[in-house]
Structures are given as C-alpha cells and as structure tokens.
C-alpha cells in the first residue's frame, strides 16, 4: 500500500507560480510511476501530468505543455509538480497518484492522494 500527501497549494493571482508537493510512504518509491491529476467543480477529473518511474520520461496535457514541469526526487520519496504561469482556468483540487511498480505511466492509477486546492483569481 502506497500512501500520499500532497502540499502546497493556495491561492494566487494570474501569472503567479506554485509548486505542489508529493511525499510518499515506502521503501520502493523509485518503482513508482507517478502522475498529477486535477478536478475541478462540477468537472470529471483530469490527467496532467506524469512522470516515468525511472524519471527519463514526461507527459503533460496540452492545457498545461509549456507552463507545468513535473520531477521527482527519489531520495525523498517526492515528486513536484511545478506550476508557472498560472491561469484561472487552473483553479482545481490538485491530485497526486501512484502506480504499481514498474508499469507504464499510462492508463488507470492505483493510489491517490487526498488532494489540494489551487485557486488562481484573475
């Protein structure tokens, strides 16, 4: 069982920048594919970004290519989504997730974390 907090997230203006954390629980985090999701309301929740478990990979949705950088850092157990050029169309409840060990980082995710709110005011 994997488990994961997110932090780091707030309210800023347009054009301000954020960077969400992720710590995860486990001695295998390395093995993680790992990917950020959002939701937004009254809206189903959508992909992000994700990051291959070896970290040489990267998946961005077009809404977000070019302004979202996702890394990691497996000596912390942590992935980060940094966030710049934030838009209003942004505000959402932030989602970390983690996939079994060395899967592909498509397709449905496994554990989720409980989330944190982004609000970006125009």
């Known amino acids: 069982q994997v488990q994961l907090v997110e932090s780091g997230g707030g309210l800023v203006q347009a054009g301000d920048s954020l960077r969400l954390s992720c710590a995860a629980s486990?001695?295998?985090?390395?093995?993680?594919?790992m990917g950020w999701f959002r939701q937004a309301p009254g809206k189903v929740r959508e992909f992000v970004s994700a990051?291959?478990?070896?970290?040489?990979?990267?998946l961005y949705a077009d809404s977000v290519k070019g302004r979202f950088t996702i890394s990691r850092d497996n000596a912390k157990n942590t992935v980060y989504l940094q966030m710049n050029s934030l838009k209003p169309e942004d505000t959402a409840v932030y989602y970390c997730?983690?996939?079994?060990?060395?899967?592909?980082?498509?397709?449905?995710?496994?554990?989720w974390g409980q989330g944190t709110q982004v609000t970006v005011s125009s």
């Open positions: 997730a983690a996939k079994r060990a060395y899967t592909d980082y498509v397709g449905p995710y496994d554990y």
């Open positions: 486990g001695r295998t985090f390395s093995s993680y594919p």
């Open positions: 990051i291959h478990w070896s970290g040489g990979r990267t």
